[in-house]
């Protein structure tokens, strides 16, 4: 089992730069495909970006490719995710999520393939 913590969110204006990290409890975090995912008022948790377990891989949606870039750093148990030229319609809390996996090369899309959560973290973008 693995405890996710999210930090660094917070206010920052349309086309600022925001880094979020995700802390795991653990010694196996290396065993955790990782994604970051965001729900805005109203609307559903959406995928935003995913990591496989050594980090040799990345997706991301469409909505942020270019903009932002999820990185993980194995021996200090975190999974951070740089946001660039931020919206306004990229406003929305941000969930970390973990998933353990077997194989070296998955990443996890959707948010039914993730067990473990964190409690997320507020993102707001003024225009």
């Known amino acids: 089992q693995v405890q996710l913590v999210e930090s660094g969110g917070g206010l920052v204006q349309a086309g600022g730069s925001l880094r979020l990290s995700c802390a795991a409890s653990?010694?196996?975090?290396?065993?955790?495909?990782m994604g970051w995912f965001r729900q805005a008022p109203g609307k559903e948790r959406a995928f935003v970006a995913g990591i496989n377990r050594n980090g040799g891989r990345t997706q991301y949606s469409d909505s942020v490719k270019g903009r932002f870039t999820i990185s993980r750093d194995n021996p200090k148990n975190t999974v951070y995710l740089q946001m660039n030229s931020l919206k306004p319609e990229d406003a929305a809390v941000y969930y970390c999520?973990?998933?353990?996996?077997?194989?070296?090369?998955?990443?996890?899309?959707?948010?039914?393939?993730?067990?473990?959560w964190g409690q997320g973290t507020q993102v707001t973008v003024s225009s």
């Open positions: 999520a973990a998933e353990a996996v077997v194989s070296g090369i998955v990443i996890r899309t959707t948010a039914d393939q993730y067990h473990y």
């Open positions: 653990g010694r196996t975090f290396g065993s955790y495909a």
